[in-house]
């Protein structure tokens, strides 16, 4: 894993029949709603892939994610404690999330970020807002 220090982000992943696993790596500063975000998607049938710390690396001119093997498995929930979640190994990345605080630009260039050497769309979206999970469906199965 090329020696990087893990990147600080919260990683979930959806099935998509005919597609496979496709996760989304959520980026942000403590309290952002990075793990708030990630826990309605497992409610919504996603699974968890790293919460907090996510090892990031490129092989084939892709993106990867695996949790580090301190914290696999395993999920902080803000009040409530850390708790045991089934957690996928190694999954492709596909996008990247950013959680800002307030209101979204309504129609947004696009976005992307370079981790590696690899190109990743990014989407920036109030990680509050009670649709943005199904903004986020709705924009990975888009690409």
Do not use: C
Not at 40 to 63: C, N, P, Q
Not at 116 to 125: C, K, N, S, T
Request: net charge neutral.
């Amino acid at each position: 894993m090329s020696g990087r220090q893990p990147l600080h982000g919260t990683t979930v992943a959806q099935w998509l029949p005919g597609f496979g696993w496709r996760a989304v790596l959520i980026t942000g500063p403590a309290g952002a709603g990075k793990s708030d975000l990630a826990l309605r998607l497992i409610g919504r049938g996603w699974s968890l892939v790293s919460d907090d710390y996510t090892h990031v690396f490129a092989s084939g001119g892709a993106l990867y994610a695996v949790a580090p093997e301190t914290i696999a498995g395993r999920m902080e929930v803000r009040g409530v404690g850390i708790v045991a979640e089934r957690a996928l190994g190694v999954t492709r990345l596909w996008m990247e999330v950013e959680p800002v605080d307030g209101p979204v630009e309504r129609l947004p260039e696009p976005a992307w970020r370079d981790i590696e050497g690899v190109r990743l769309p990014l989407l920036r979206l109030n990680g509050f807002e009670v649709s943005t999970v199904e903004k986020v469906a709705v924009a990975l199965a888009r690409l």
